[in-house]
């Protein structure tokens, strides 16, 4: 389903600052998966979805998504097959604009019919109420108030509905629990489960969280210096728990270690 | 009076377009387009030269792919070369200044003397004190009323989420450039439009008469702000539109009471602008060590 073979990124390359963030990278993911990815911070993980959602040229390589090469297409042409959420919970929407019409946006966009001067009309809103409603967290009720009033919570669970408005072949979830409270997280998180499962979109998580990484998803990728070091999935990963991810995380990442931040997570 | 006020009115209404447009460019992409100036003279150029040789109303539609070049071009100096917002406009603008005296066939200035403008064909159709008035009006009241329903549109919403979060617009698949391009083209449409317009009005047009026009329609746009809120889209259009017919009056007023003498009204209108941009900056950073205070305040209370 998507196929990523030999992709390589250096930044700044030639000066003193040089990084090389992807180093030869090549995984297969099945349609349907829900794959977690861990490593330590600057390990690849995220310049990996960015390369995967085309934020940047890379250097080398190829993103292969349904049989189709993808390598060369535009950010936002790719973002139709695409969804992503990151870190920041404010990044996903618009907050000068209501929640109605960051959900009209993205409603009227993708589309089929429709032109540049369609709008929504009552079934449309009537529509938007009931898939706000599984949220549970009153935004239903709330469609004419600007999004920059929401909550970082509730700002994200917006986000992720508007990515999954029209289910995406491919989600990339970068962090994007990490910059909420516990109870939020967890509701994020139980959110993102249910969506995903319920219309089986193929699933890449970042996360920092070894417990996550392991409740969540089938398979379990730990990046090092710009490189897939181990792949867990089956009946290893099946009787892996949190302190055997730790130590093998460690000894995958060579002499480095996880940082603190990862165990105190866990 | 009567006259003051509806030549104030006129005025007002005149150059509401303008106003339309920053609140387009400045408030909905958050892009600071200079372009404004020669755009209005470029309007105003096409529309008198065209009325000169005997075809006002085509004059008028000229004016409209006129502006659009206009916004077009600085669009795409910014989008697709690089180009900081700012140095687009002054870029745009210095170019245009050689357009507007080409389209004005050489000369710095055009006159209407016995050539029929939109507005005395209009008057020959509806007599009257007024008819220059409502011809005025219905200009900006059309733009208006199609940018409200435009705003809530599939393109409108793709534009106002551009200025507002572009990371999350490219996120829904949608080409950022292409709708700083059309945002930036129907904002041109607009100046030019208000340059067309007061051209045939005043049946003349100078290759200097744009200047200081972009700081003029800030001015409206953040008196009308001040007056209805910049809440929705369509209060900002509302406001927009009331603060050029504001302006026109404190215009007027100055100019009859000589409170002020007439030729340092720009200075006003720049000193106007400069401290309505700066009052919220200063007092953002002003609401750090305010809490403490009303705390004490309290405690003494």
Request: proline share 4%; net charge neutral; aromatic share 6%.
């Amino acid at each position: 389903m998507l196929e990523i073979i030999n992709i390589s990124k250096t930044f700044l390359p030639g000066t003193v600052n040089e990084r090389k963030a992807l180093d030869n990278v090549s995984f297969r993911m099945e349609s349907g998966e829900f794959i977690t990815i861990i490593g330590s911070n600057g390990a690849g993980k995220s310049t990996l979805l960015s390369a995967i959602a085309g934020a940047f040229p890379t250097d080398s390589g190829k993103v292969i998504l349904d049989g189709e090469d993808i390598s060369s297409m535009p950010e936002y042409k790719r973002s139709r097959s695409i969804g992503r959420l990151f870190q920041d919970p404010l990044s996903g929407t618009a907050p000068g604009l209501t929640i109605e019409e960051n959900m009209a946006l993205v409603y009227l966009q993708g589309k089929k019919t429709g032109n540049f001067f369609s709008r929504i009309g009552k079934e449309e809103r009537e529509m938007f109420r009931e898939r706000l409603r599984p949220l549970d967290l009153g935004l239903e009720d709330r469609l004419e108030q600007p999004v920059g009033l929401l909550s970082g919570g509730q700002r994200q669970a917006l986000t992720l509905l508007l990515a999954t408005l029209y289910p995406p072949k491919l989600l990339m979830l970068d962090e994007h629990t990490a910059a909420l409270d516990p109870g939020s997280a967890e509701r994020i998180m139980t959110l993102t489960k249910d969506i995903v499962r319920e219309n089986r979109i193929s699933c890449l998580m970042v996360t920092h969280n070894m417990r996550q990484a392991l409740d969540a998803g089938s398979r379990t990728l730990i990046m090092n210096a710009g490189k897939i070091v181990a792949d867990i999935s089956g009946d290893e990963r099946a009787g892996m728990d949190v302190g055997k991810l730790t130590d093998l995380f460690r000894n995958a990442a060579g002499s480095e270690y996880a940082n603190d931040r990862m165990i105190l997570s866990s | 009076m009567e006259r003051i006020i509806r030549t104030a009115l006129e005025l007002g209404f005149a150059y509401a377009p303008v106003a339309l447009s920053l609140f387009l460019s400045y408030r909905i992409l958050d892009i600071a387009d200079l372009t404004t100036d020669g755009c209005f003279v470029l309007g105003a150029a096409v529309s008198v030269r065209m009325a000169a040789a005997g075809h006002p109303v085509l004059g008028m539609l000229l004016a409209i792919p006129a502006g659009a070049l206009c916004g077009l071009v600085s669009a795409e100096l910014q989008t697709r070369f690089g180009i900081p917002s700012i140095l687009a406009g002054i870029i745009t603008n210095t170019g245009l200044y050689s357009i507007n005296l080409m389209v004005m066939g050489w000369r710095s200035n055009i006159n209407l003397i016995r050539e029929d403008s939109i507005f005395s064909l209009f008057r020959k159709m509806i007599p009257g004190n007024y008819s220059d008035l409502v011809l005025l009006a219905a200009i900006p009241v059309m733009i208006a009323l199609f940018l409200s329903y435009f705003m809530h549109t599939r393109l409108g919403l793709s534009i106002r989420a551009t200025g507002d979060n572009p990371v999350m617009v490219r996120a829904s698949s949608i080409d950022t450039s292409s709708m700083i391009r059309t945002g930036l083209m129907l904002s041109g449409i607009m100046t030019a439009v208000s340059g067309a317009a007061v051209g045939q009005f005043q049946k003349t047009t100078d290759i200097n008469s744009g200047t200081g026009v972009v700081v003029i329609g800030l001015a409206c746009l953040i008196m009308g702000e001040t007056v209805l809120g910049r809440r929705s889209v369509r209060k900002g259009i509302a406001g927009a539109f009331l603060g050029s017919v504001i302006y026109r009056f404190i215009y007027a007023f100055v100019f009859y009471t000589q409170l002020v003498p007439v030729q340092c009204l720009k200075l006003l209108t720049a000193f106007i602008v400069a401290v309505s941009i700066a009052v919220p900056h200063v007092r953002e950073q002003r609401i750090q060590p305010r809490p403490a205070q009303k705390e004490e305040e309290g405690n003494d209370a």
